[in-house]
């Protein structure tokens, strides 16, 4: 589904990311970690297609498109979805209203009519419930006075009306606490199937308890450095970045 | 016989007396501004220029003594009497002398005139790569037999890299009214940094016209402090001009005045260039039948991209006659931008107050702690502890408490 | 990347691209006046309105001050001052009779209308808004009157009011705006040719919005209409005014007058959509906007002013409220655009006498293209109004780096009982905000005019519900393709 050749992408003259080379298919969970600053952030944004970043060499294949030539909005309508590290507040718009401009202009896309309001409330209804929201959150404006943990429960909210083949979560834990942390963990769970696939960018294994990643990839410096199960994020987890990342210094210089 | 007449009356004894001839036809063709004209539509000058001032310096003797008793007493001081330099420090790196310059800096009737006939001042020039250490003070002490007019036209060159930091400050000794019309030209060039303190602490016989204008270059630092506790009539015009990017200005300002003192601040942002920031913080507390006046212009001038620009006013009326007119103005034309202004004009918290009741706290001392905090952000923004206890006694003076918390 | 700089062009070539879409002009017959202004002239007006002569008089005093004046200058507008002798003061669609009803109408009349959106019928039937019709100068048609009149309300054009009521208008008109209260308010009650007049009597609810649609037709014509709008006491009313002006290459002016008086315990909305020509996008045409509105609130009182202003070349207009009895409130949202060459400068005046009284600004002016907008605004607190409270709130959101948006409050308190707070703040359409939209599938487009509508949703809240879809509508259209 998704295939990233020898990505660099750089911001104010400073490489970012040196090279990534990484295949997600479909039904696959895909976990990315690293220390801070490694690029985990800035991956996420390259896909989903942020201008701040220049992309210098390297293509991200989706299916059968190249995502680097589509507007980021277009990228969304073939079914990318970024949760965002730290959502953005806009003012005066309800959640509802976004989400309903959100679905309307993708069904555009795809030559559909708006969904009719009263699915579409239904839609939205049964979303809600399989992440524990409560009804008023849905005339609240898009992250206007939100708490940490309920942007990020907004975000998968949103993922779950929009159903992406492939959501990126970044840092979707941070800020979250235990029991919400399990609320959104579920939620994304459940949202899984054969068709979609998922990659979660985390900085800690905490989130890997309630999504269990097929594969786990370790980011540092720009590369990435290692890959394997599930069992290299509680190797992490027990001995921390560094055994791996001095290896790789020595081979890259740090 | 009026201001006007009384100059007009001097000039004509002999060409000399002008120094600038095209600035004094130019005040002679606008006159002073009245409330008509839009800078002056809150202050009005009318019975001030109605006075008898005297053109020329009548001073009586001011002894050491008194120097001592209005200075701050810093080691470093430059300090006029009567109109005449009578002392300077001597600091490494630091060219203090007298002022010569009658270059057409001037924009209005009052710049204009002390272009024109302003004969004294100050020019500090502060070397390449200077830091001076120990902030200087300067002190422009009269004592006339009789109103006098007193003009002063300063100029502050802060070379390349380097920083200063000033603390002036404008007295009327004698009873007799003295209207002070300053004139201040600051060039900062690259990178230098300087801290100026303008501190108005004056009797009922002072009045002051000031006009200073900041010039910046790039990556230059400016902070201006205006410490306003008394005077007649006060009228501060501060300038900012910020002719290079990455460049910061800020001002702050606390205004304290009672009886029937007046005071009007008119700042004016001039953001030319790109990546630049503005800070800008005025608080107010007005007691009596004071007046105040603030006048604010943030301006971004097409193509002066990622400018960070602030401003804020903040008042206290704590008397029934006392009145406030506030004009903050944005005048933006670009659009990467972030400025904003805000203006409040109210009173003390009443709850707060009572609050402050019941742990046993005064009413009056609850007020005055309200009032000093209210105005102690724009305070905290001074850098010279010495100067920041000085301000602090002078609040607690002029607000008749104990502030020693 | 490549690709955003390619859609730049195309959303730059679709700015420029972007037409008023009320630009036609109607062929009706009317019946003009020659250019120009003089005594004779104001006379002419009079008489063929068949004025008693104290209106005569007035307008005569009017034309007289008005002689006297100088046009302003101070807003932070440039524009050729126009030639007052150039201007055709009165023209009136030709009609053969009075009309009793709406069906009666010149057909061609009606496919006017049709193309404003205002179908009369429909909203007759659908919302209940009685409706007249201001073309030109004259008032062509009211809707719902005899209804109205059931409940002792009058809704009709101001010359018949001079008429019908002569004891209430020349008891109330010039009491909030003077003739001699400025150079445009002197010359509309010289030569003012219509407008609309409303009565509610004392503690009645008026069941329906009222509302007038102004449209300048004739070429070379000035609109100066004068609406009056008293409400006794205890009385509510919600008033909606909506314009539009066809598309001409030369600068019409539209000079209007409103008052409003609001008596103990009385409360008027009164919201204003106005999408007069604004002028092509290199600035050729457009009507020039320089409008008086006043109001005066009495103990208790309430006047709320609502506008959505996309219009006009040029726009000069403060609606205000004086708050001079005690417990009295005055309100002001607005939302203010301006594209291409468009100018505005625009704002209210609050003064507050009353004790206990209150108001809230609400300023969103949205900057585009090589626009310049202005707020302008005045609180003055009066030594007498204790305890009298204001908020403001102005912010200004830019598009595009040729545009200018400034901000020029006047702000004069002399009470240290009352409480006045002003905020403003200047900046870019969020970048972060639009690549967030974008993510979720939303295109820049959609995102600007999802962004801006969330801006203004403080003001559009305002506006009675078929006003604010339109409005909604409205500010998408002018903003088309503003963003590179």
Known sequence: MLKIENLKAVVDGVEILKGINLSVNSGEVHAIMGPNGSGKSTLSSVIAGDETYEVSSGSILFDDDDLLDLDPDQRAHKGVFLSFQYPVEIPGISVSNFIKAAITEKRKVLGLDPMPAKDLLWKMREKMDLLNMKPGYLSRNMNEGFSGGEKKRNEIFQMAMLEPKLAILDETDSGLDIDALKVVANGVNKLKNSNNATIVITHYQRLLDYIVPDYVHVLHNGRIIKSGGKELAHQLEEKGYDWITKLADEKWGS | ?405 | MKKEELSEDELLEKVTSTEYKYGFTTNIDSDTIPKGLSEDVVRIISKKKEEPNWMLEYRLKAYRTWLEMKEPDWANVNYPKPNYQDIIYYSAPKQKKKLDSLDDLDPELKKTFDKLGISLNEQKRLSGVAVDIVMDSVSVATSFKSKLADLGIIFCSISEAIKEHPELVQKYLGTVVPARDNFFSALNAAVFSDGSFCYIPKGSRCPMELSTYFRINEAGTGQFERTLLIADEGSYVSYLEGCTAPQRDENQLHAAVVELIAMDNAEIKYSTVQTWYPGNKDGVGGVFNFVTKRGICHKKAKISWTQVETGSAVTWKYPSCILKGDHSIGEFFSVAVTNNLQQADTGTKMIHLGKNSKSTIIAKGICAGKSNGSYRGLVQISKGAKNSRNFSQCDSLLMGDSCGSHTFPYIEVKNSSSQVEHEATTSKIGEDQIFYCNQRGIGTEEAIALIVNGYCKDVLNQLPMEFAVEAQKLLEISLEGSVG
């Open chain 2, 1 to 405: 016989m009026g201001l006007l007449e009384k100059i007009e009356q001097y000039t004509n004894r002999g060409t000399d007396k002008v120094s600038n001839k095209t600035a004094y036809s130019k005040f002679i063709d606008l006159g002073f501004p009245s409330l008509k004209n839009e800078e002056w539509k809150y202050t009005s000058l009318k019975k001030i220029i109605a006075n008898n001032f005297e053109i020329e310096n009548q001073g009586e003797e001011i002894t050491d003594q008194e120097i001592k008793n209005n200075s701050l007493d810093l080691d470093n001081k430059v300090v006029f009497l009567n109109g005449e330099l009578y002392q300077k420090p001597t600091i490494s790196g630091v060219k203090i002398e007298k002022n010569i310059d009658h270059s057409p800096k001037y924009n209005d009737a009052i710049t204009a005139l002390n272009a024109a006939l302003a004969e004294n001042g100050y020019n500090i020039t502060v070397s390449e790569n200077t830091i001076v250490d120990k902030p200087l003070e300067i002190l422009f002490l009269t004592k006339n037999k009789s109103e006098n007019l007193a003009q002063y036209r300063n100029e502050i060159i802060v070379k390349k890299n380097s920083s200063i930091k000033i603390i002036e400050q404008v007295k009327n000794l004698s009873t007799n009214l003295c209207f002070s019309n300053m004139f201040t030209n600051i060039n900062l060039e690259e990178k230098a940094i300087i801290e100026f303190n303008k501190l108005q602490n004056n009797n009922e016989s002072q009045i002051i016209v000031d006009n200073t204008n900041i010039n910046q270059e790039t990556g230059s630092n400016s902070t201006f402090n205006t410490l306003l506790f008394g005077g007649a009539f006060t009228r501060n015009n501060l300038n900012f001009s910020q002719n290079g990017e990455r460049c910061e200005s800020n001002m702050n300002g606390v205004v304290i005045l009672d009886n029937s003192e007046f005071a009007d601040n008119h700042t004016y942002m001039d953001h030319l260039k790109a990546n630049c920031e503005s800070n800008e913080l005025y608080k107010g507390i007005y007691l009596g039948k004071s007046k105040g006046v603030f006048n604010g212009k943030i301006m971004v001038r097409p193509d002066a991209q990622k400018i960070n620009a602030f401003q804020a006013n903040n008042n206290l009326l704590l008397s029934d006659d006392s009145s406030i007119n506030s004009k903050p103005q944005l005048e933006i034309y670009a659009d990467d931008v972030k400025c904003s202004h805000g203006c409040t004009i109210g009173q003390l918290d009443e709850d707060a107050i009572f609050y402050m009741n019941t742990r046993g706290i005064s009413k009056q001392d609850a007020k005055a702690i309200l009032t000093y905090a209210f105005a102690s952000d724009a305070l905290n923004k001074i850098s010279i502890p010495y100067l920041y206890d000085v301000a602090k006694d002078l609040i607690s003076k002029k607000l008749n408490v104990d502030l020693s918390f």
